[in-house]
T-cell receptor
């Protein structure tokens, strides 16, 4: 159990286009999902917290108009990179919280490699 | 206050040896300490986690040692195998933070055959 999927796994787009990445919890409901960005050989950087049915909470320095997050159901959160530019190229990873207790385990998706030309 | 410092950055171990990765934290409000394993091009996978009410937790070849007074915790991989070669991240979170994780910088482990 506790499987999280992401789609697509890889995407290459031209500068100026928008890209949507989906994150799904396949076998559990997740009221909270997180979106991370990871540069090569670096740690995960939290971008935003996505709560089902409410607005996402963005970390300091993350442009909310650039990275649109929607958490429309208990199993799906989407990240849209709007008007993508080469500097947005990165590995984007989502995670989902399982459980209702105070100590919730985070389960990560396989990641999406975004390359903006 | 929110930092988690991880060492070493990279580690090379012979097959069958013990791999040890250390983390130190500053925020005494942290109360959940997971370790994640990440292979290239993949998302992190939860390996093992500990809460501060115990000093050690073992799952198979993986053991977490926790020292609350020193604000340190470590991952021990016994009988390391080439398949364990990956990047390992320690993390910490606290009640009331919405389970937001603070990650260490990562350790790239290479187990030579």
């Amino acid at each position: 159990g506790a499987v999280v999927s992401q789609h697509p796994s890889r995407v290459i787009c031209k500068s100026g286009t928008s890209v949507k990445i989906e994150c799904r919890s396949l076998d559990f409901q997740a009221t909270t999902m997180f979106w991370y960005r990871q540069f090569p050989k670096k740690s995960l950087m939290l971008m935003a917290t996505s709560n089902e049915g409410s607005k996402a909470t963005y970390e300091q320095g993350v442009e909310k108009d650039k990275f649109l997050i929607n958490h429309a159901s208990l199993t799906l959160s989407t990240l849209t990179v709007t008007s993508a530019h080469p500097e947005d190229s990165s590995f984007y990873i989502c995670s989902a919280l399982r459980g209702l207790a105070s100590y919730n385990e985070q389960f990560f998706g396989p990641g999406t490699r975004l390359t903006v030309l | 206050q929110q930092q988690v410092k991880q060492s070493p950055q990279s580690l090379i171990v012979q097959k069958g040896g013990i791999s040890i990765i250390n983390c130190a934290y500053e925020n005494t409000a942290f109360d959940y300490f997971p370790w994640y394993q990440q292979f290239p091009g993949k998302g992190p996978a939860l390996l093992i986690a500990i809460r501060p009410d115990v000093s050690e937790k073992k799952e198979g070849r993986f053991t977490i040692s926790f020292n609350k007074s020193a604000k340190q915790f470590s991952l021990h991989i016994m009988d390391s195998q080439p398949g364990d070669s990956a990047t390992y991240f320690c993390a910490a979170s606290r009640v009331g933070s919405g389970s937001r994780l603070t990650f260490g910088e990562g350790t790239q482990l290479t187990v030579n055959p």
